[in-house]
């Protein structure tokens, strides 16, 4: 048990630059008080004396600020810096070397019944004020921003920000915002003849209305082979008849 009381002290040691000495971690740290309480509360409670865990969580809670729930399983090295608001449900799995902020809260979504807390896996950190909820899991490794509000899984090495949480960074690689979508990517050369296309269409058009012309002019066609029909191209003016037919007769 001393053993486990060195091993936390040194946690907080390694994880905050604002502890300096042995003495300070023992007197100043709420999350280390709430740990050593929830040790005890845990045991309570897997020995079948749930109603006294329950209570003493509570005086905890009055004592340091933070509620865990004694049924929550809490790995090794666990770290809560400053603490005050965080709040951890009962069906909450922790594993080793997980730091929390204040104002975190493992919480249920409301809408699940048994196993509705997360579950947070190895060296996951979670910022201050963020909520992560519902029977999710944060991937080993993985950080969740100040702030955020996690609802769905985090893969592991990970970070996810934001409400909802959405996932930044994964496996150390940043995603990509925008989602390129390379079927909708404009084709620059198909765009050039068809434009030019309309415009000799246009031109074509204007002739032979201003000269009068009676050839059979054609459909021109787009470069992918699909029609330049008239109702495919804005008019400028009416199309006069390109049939020899009934092509205005010449004086
Ligand atoms: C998320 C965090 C851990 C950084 O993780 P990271 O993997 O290094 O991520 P990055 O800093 O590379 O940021 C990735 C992106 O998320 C954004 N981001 C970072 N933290 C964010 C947050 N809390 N909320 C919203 N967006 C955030 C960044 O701006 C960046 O966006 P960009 O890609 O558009 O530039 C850190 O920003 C954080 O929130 N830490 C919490 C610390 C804390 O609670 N301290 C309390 C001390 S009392």
């Not at 003493?56 to 400053?82: K, M, N, Y």
């Not at 997360?118 to 999710?136: F, H, K, M, Q, R």
Request: glycine share 12%; proline share 6%; aromatic share 4%.
């Amino acid at each position: 048990m001393l053993a486990r009381i060195r091993e936390d002290i040194r946690a907080v040691k390694e994880r905050d630059p604002a502890a300096t000495s042995t003495l300070s971690v023992l007197i100043n740290y709420p999350g280390l008080h709430a740990l050593w309480a929830h040790r005890v509360n845990h045991w309570l409670w897997r020995h079948g004396r749930r109603g006294l865990a329950r209570y003493l969580s509570q005086v905890t809670r009055w004592l340091t600020g933070i509620e865990i729930h004694p049924g929550a399983t809490i790995g090794a090295r666990f770290f809560i810096d400053h603490g005050m608001g965080v709040v951890i449900g009962e069906t909450t799995v922790i594993g080793d070397d997980v730091t929390l902020y204040q104002g975190v809260t493992l919480g249920g979504t409301g809408k699940e019944t048994g196993k509705r807390h997360p579950t947070l896996e190895d060296c996951v950190v979670v910022g201050v004020g963020s909520a992560v909820l519902g029977n999710i899991t944060v991937g080993r490794g993985s950080k969740v921003g100040a702030g955020a509000v996690v609802i769905e899984d985090v893969p592991p090495n990970s970070t996810a920000v934001g409400i909802p949480g959405r996932v930044v960074v994964r496996a150390g690689e940043r995603v990509e915002a925008i989602d390129l979508h390379h079927e909708d990517l404009p084709d620059p050369v198909v765009e050039m003849f068809t434009s030019l296309t309309r415009r000799i269409d246009r031109l074509e058009r204007r002739l032979a209305r201003d000269e009068g012309l009676s050839e059979e002019l054609g459909e021109p066609t787009f470069p992918n082979g699909s029609p330049t029909t008239s109702e495919s191209i804005p008019e400028e003016a009416p199309r006069p008849s390109t049939s020899r037919k009934n092509a205005p007769a010449a004086d």
